[in-house]
T-cell receptor, first 114, second 114 residues
Framework: DQQVKQNSPSLSVQEGRISILNCDYT??????FLWYKKYPAEGPTFLIS?????DKNEDGRFTVFLNKSAKHLSLHIVPSQPGDSAVYFC?????????????FGKGTHLIIQP | NAGVTQTPKFQVLKTGQSMTLQCAQD?????MSWYRQDPGMGLRLIHY???????DQGEVPNGYNVSRSTTEDFPLRLLSAAPSQTSVYFC?????????????FGEGSRLTVL
């Protein structure tokens, strides 16, 4: 049973427009959520995170929104740039700091078109 | 900055062979973990450790052993390789308690079992 779901395997967005990546979760014990970005042949790199006590966290062009009642979070990238083309993984943890392992979604391949 | 270093980057094994994937980090992180990434499956946790001498199983531990004799090193052993273990393996580390939940990943080790 998949506890973290990214239902869009891929997403194509024009350069300069907004990219919205979605993630749903089923485990009510999750209280910390993270987004990772992965380029081919590299390890994932941390992008942004949000605690369950917040509904929004912003870092430059990246904003994560959390809707706890819907068990849904989304990553907004504005404006989208060619370097944003990558696979994005949503991850969740039920212990602050992910110390006992993160549960990852399957990833969404974001393609930014010129 | 070395960060998380994995060796080897590529390995081909025959069914039944054993091998060890090495992982070392130089950030004095308490927490270390191993994930495998398979097409369409995202990242799945194999084993993790919250400190030297302490290890625990993740989501997919069968066929793998780990040990944590030092803070820096967390090797992953395949006892008798099977084709189902063909995957890309990522080692990750973090502080035990972080503000962001961020994991630092190595570049990955691609393993093929024939």
């Amino acid at each position: 049973d998949q506890q973290v779901k990214q239902n869009s395997p891929s997403l194509s967005v024009q350069e300069g427009r907004i990219s919205i990546l979605n993630c749903d979760y089923t485990n009510s014990m999750f209280d910390y959520f993270l987004w990772y970005k992965k380029y081919p042949a590299e390890g994932p790199t941390f992008l942004i995170s949000i605690s369950s006590i917040k509904d929004k966290n912003e870092d430059g062009r990246f904003t994560v929104f959390l809707n706890k009642s819907a068990k849904h979070l989304s990553l907004h990238i504005v404006p989208s740039q060619p370097g944003d083309s990558a696979v994005y993984f949503c991850a969740a943890s039920d212990i602050t700091g992910g110390a006992d392992g993160l549960t990852f979604g399957k990833g969404t391949h974001l393609i930014i078109q010129p | 900055n070395a960060g998380v270093t994995q060796t080897p980057k590529f390995q081909v094994l025959k069914t039944g062979q054993s091998m060890t994937l090495q992982c070392a980090q130089d950030m004095n992180h308490e927490y270390m973990s191993w994930y495998r990434q398979d097409p369409g499956m995202g990242l799945r946790l194999i084993h993790y450790s919250v400190g030297a001498g302490i290890t625990d199983q993740g989501e997919v531990p069968n066929g793998y052993n780990v040990s944590r004799s030092t803070t820096e090193d967390f090797p992953l052993r395949l006892l008798s390789a099977a084709p189902s273990q063909t995957s890309v393996y990522f080692c990750a580390s973090s502080y035990r308690n972080t503000n962001t939940g961020e994991l630092f990943f190595g570049e990955g080790s691609r393993l093929t079992v024939l």
